[in-house]
């Protein structure tokens, strides 16, 4: 599959723990910066704070963003993403535990190309990384960075 980077920004060791090795089970072999909160993801797309010398036009390919999150929660993380040139085409996926009706609308609004329900067996899981990598890794065509 393609090397661009995703962006993991989940909060909860375990989840991410689960991700990761569901991304190795399935061979899905880019590399995977991982965030535990809504500032630091802005931090990260932003180059600010600890990620200053990241080079922003190194953007990822996909970011997977959890909405329940400390300091700034997705929805807003969201908003910051589709507000700015540099990100505002990058897809982002929502990949929470929420199945809230209203989640699911203002994750659309906002700007969300995608919104999926972590599945608790693990197994499951798997197969949803698996889909989630063939789709948007292998068969989407994204815009090329401007």
Do not use: C
Request: glycine residues 4%; hydrophobic residues 40%.
């Amino acid at each position: 599959m393609t090397k661009g980077t995703i962006l993991l920004v989940e909060d909860n060791r375990d989840d991410e723990l689960l991700t990761l090795r569901a991304f190795s089970k399935n061979r899905i072999a880019n590399p995977i910066a991982v965030v535990r909160d809504g500032e630091e993801a802005l931090d990260y797309l932003f180059a600010r704070g600890s990620f200053a010398e990241r080079d922003t036009q190194d953007q990822p390919t996909i970011i997977l963003l959890d909405l329940k999150l400390p300091k700034l929660n997705g929805h807003e993380v969201l908003k910051a993403i589709r507000e700015e040139e540099t990100t505002k085409l990058i897809p982002v996926i929502i990949l929470t535990t929420s199945l809230e009706d209203e989640d699911v609308i203002r994750s659309y609004e906002l700007g969300a190309n995608s919104y999926i329900r972590k599945p608790v067996d693990f197994s499951e899981f798997v197969s949803a990384v698996q889909m989630l990598g063939t789709y948007w890794l292998l068969l989407n065509k994204s815009p090329q960075s401007r």
